[in-house]
Structure formats: C-alpha cells, structure tokens
C-alpha cells in the first residue's frame, strides 16, 4: 500500500465510526457498537472500502492500550478496598464459572478436531473473554430508575471493579502460556514478579506525581508524562516478564488513579481515543470479522456461546449473592446487571488474535454477544424493578390501610 493510501483508509474510517457511532446512540445503544459496525461496513464483510494491514494493527494496538491505561484512571482503588468481602466474593464466582463454561463450550464444539493449534489454550481464550463485564449500560439503567445509590446498584459496581482486575490478571496468565516451553508456574512467577515490580515503581512514580500535582497543578506536561508511563510500562510488561501489554497499561492507570489531577489525566486521555485510536481500534474489530467465513458449526456455536455467555453471568454473579444473604430478586438483578459485555471483551478477543490464541472467525460470535448483552441487560432490570414495584404496592397499600 502506498503511504498516502493510509490516510484514506484512516479517513474513511472515522467518518463511519462517527456516523455508525451517533446511530448507535439514538437507539440506545452504545457508540462502541457502531464503530464496530461500521467496520464491517466498510470491511471485507461488506463493501471493500478498506483492507485490514500491518499499519492499522499497530494503531488499533496503540489504541487498546490507551483504553486499558483509561480503564485503570477510572477505576477506584478506595472503592476495592472498602467494597469487602461479599463484592470480591461475587467478583470471582462471576469470573470463575464464565471462564469454565466458555472454555468447556469450545471443546464440546471444536475439542475433537485434528489441527495443530493448541485447542486447550484456544478454549481457555474463549473462556477469558467470557469473564468480562461491562456495565456502563447497567449502570445507565440503573440511574434511569432512581437505584444506582442503592444496594444492589452499588454491589454491582463494586463487583465490576474486582471482576476486571481479576480478569486482567486471567488474561496475564493464559497469555503467557502462548509459549509452549513455559509452564502455568513459571507464568504465575512472572506474573508475582510483574506486580511487586509494579508496585515498587508505582509508589515512586505515585510519589513524584503527586510532587508534579501540588507544584504544577492542570499543566501539559502531567498527560505528557503519564502517556510516557503508560507506554513504559506496557513495553516492560511484554518485553522482560512475558505477559500482556494491556496489563501494563491498566497498572499504570491504577497507579495515577488515585491523584488530584487524575480526571485532568484521563480527560486528556479521552481525547486521543475519542478522535483517533478508538475509533480505530473498534473499527479494526470489524475489519478483521467476515461473516461469510460462518458455517453450520459456528453458526451453532455462536448461539450456545451466547446464552453460555448470559447465563454463566447470571449463576456464577446472582447465585454467590444468594450465598452472601442477598434476596432471591436483588440475586437476580446483580446477576441480570453483570452480564453485559462490552470493550473490554473485545480488548481480550484482539489481544487473543494478535497472540494467534484466537481464531479471527470466532470475532462474530463476540460481536453478536455485545450487541445482544447491550440490548437485553437494560431491559431486563427494567422488568425486574417493575415486578418488585408491583409487588411492592399492594404490600404498601395493606400496611397503610393497617
């Protein structure tokens, strides 16, 4: 490709991931879904405007890890620590049973077949990606019906919280054993290692940020070196300790989280996304999925990894609430709450694909996963609310008549 064509294939892809972007909105959809969208608009699935290529591969990497270096920036590390026990109890079963289901589901499908890829690790991918939650869309519903500051709502998004570290620390794993002279030991090692390290530096970087923050408070150069330090500590996550690069991002993130000018940071941050490498990245999503690669097997696969998706969610999150003395309905609504998928599925489905973990047909299915969770999660706590409130009043009614 010659060089001036990138800025076409750039150009064409902002301007649908804008357009399919703002559609997805006005139907109450998240504007990730419309980026994806027109990917596959745009892309060998439909019309050839643009070709996948080395070039965008590397600026959708780029754009992963920003999003990641962002997740970490928002993430409240206070709020883990005092969310307790039965948050991080309802974190791990919503990770745990996901990661078996999906990874028992691939080798009911694909287990027998006579390849040389490893199906084990394949399968332990497709898992990972089950593990993530997103609830920016739960918790817009929750809002809508006046129960985000309640119980149930802030449950929910302290779970959130735990299950993405958790599931970043599950994708650290799988993704080291991409090499088959390592061991799931040798892994966990370098992984135990990576986050001393990390929290050694960290606390040095912490400090001398907070020096930055009280001396040059809202100055360019507090983005400037922050993106330095999400960069830095990418590149060492991959190069000296073998795990992912979005790993390092997300540490880098938490570290910065907790400083004054930390939505300053993440502002600035939102810029480069939100113009360029977000866009990309989405897009790249739908670039690399053709539909016409599905065949009766993945078709059928497709529909299982869905409802195993939905349902793994609803059990392992609703059923551990049960367990720690929340009521059948509030069990139910955090389950119904944490099975929405979003970017950060997508984050692990491209980071399997670059790793050759995962196979580039299986994007569909993950596709269709966010699209459905995006549309149902809403409207099934809205039911659910409903029902209580019905419930609700004639109970109000009796003790008032009382």
């Known amino acids: 490709m010659e060089s001036y064509g990138i800025f076409r294939d750039i150009a064409i892809i902002l301007v649908a991931a804008k357009f399919c972007g703002l559609a997805a909105r006005r139907l109450k959809m998240p504007s990730v879904v419309g980026n994806i969208v027109a990917g596959l608009l745009i892309g060998p699935c439909m019309f050839h405007l643009v070709e996948p290529s080395d070039f965008l591969t590397q600026m959708a990497e780029i754009g992963v890890v920003l999003l990641m270096f962002s997740a970490g920036l928002e993430s409240d590390t206070k709020e883990i620590m005092r969310s307790g026990p039965k948050a991080l109890a309802i974190a791990a079963s919503g990770v745990l049973i996901p990661l078996l289901a999906g990874t028992g589901l691939f080798l009911f499908f694909y287990g027998g ?171 790249s999503i739908g670039l690399s999925t053709n539909v016409g690669e599905m065949d009766t097997t993945l078709l059928l696969f497709t529909v299982a990894f869905l409802v195993v998706a939905l349902l793994s969610k609803v059990v392992g999150c609703g059923g551990m609430a049960r367990l720690c003395g929340f009521s059948g309905s509030d069990s139910l609504k955090i389950g119904v709450g944490m099975m929405n998928r979003g970017e950060v599925a997508l984050i692990v489905a491209q980071k399997g694909l670059l790793l050759g973990l995962l196979n580039s047909m299986f994007f569909t299915s993950v596709i269709i996963l966010i699209l459905v969770s995006a549309i149902v999660t809403p409207i099934l706590l809205k039911v659910l609310y409903h029902r209580d409130d019905m419930v609700a009043q004639p109970e109000e009614q009796s003790a008032a008549q009382a």
């Open 113 to 283: 077949a006579s390849t040389e890829r490893n199906l084990f690790y394949e399968a332990l991918f497709i898992g990972c990606i089950l593990t993530a939650t997103s609830v920016s869309i739960t918790v817009e519903a929750l809002r809508e019906l006046g129960h985000l500051k309640e119980r149930v709502g802030t449950t929910i998004m302290s779970a959130a919280i735990i299950d993405d570290v958790l599931g970043i620390i599950v994708l650290t794993l799988i993704s080291g054993l991409k090499d088959p002279s390592t061991s799931l030991v040798m892994v966990a090692w370098n992984t135990l290692l990576f986050f001393v390290f990390a929290g050694v530096v960290g606390y040095i970087i912490y400090r001398t940020f907070a020096w930055i923050d009280q001396n040059h408070p809202r100055t360019r150069r507090v983005p400037i070196l922050a993106l330095a330090f999400c960069l830095a500590m990418a590149y060492i996550a991959e190069e000296y300790f073998g795990i992912a690069d979005i790993t390092g991002a997300y540490l880098a993130g938490l570290v910065l989280s907790n400083l004054d000018d930390a939505p300053y940071i993440e502002r600035k941050m939102d810029i480069n996304s939100y113009i360029i490498f977000g866009p990309l990245f989405f897009a």
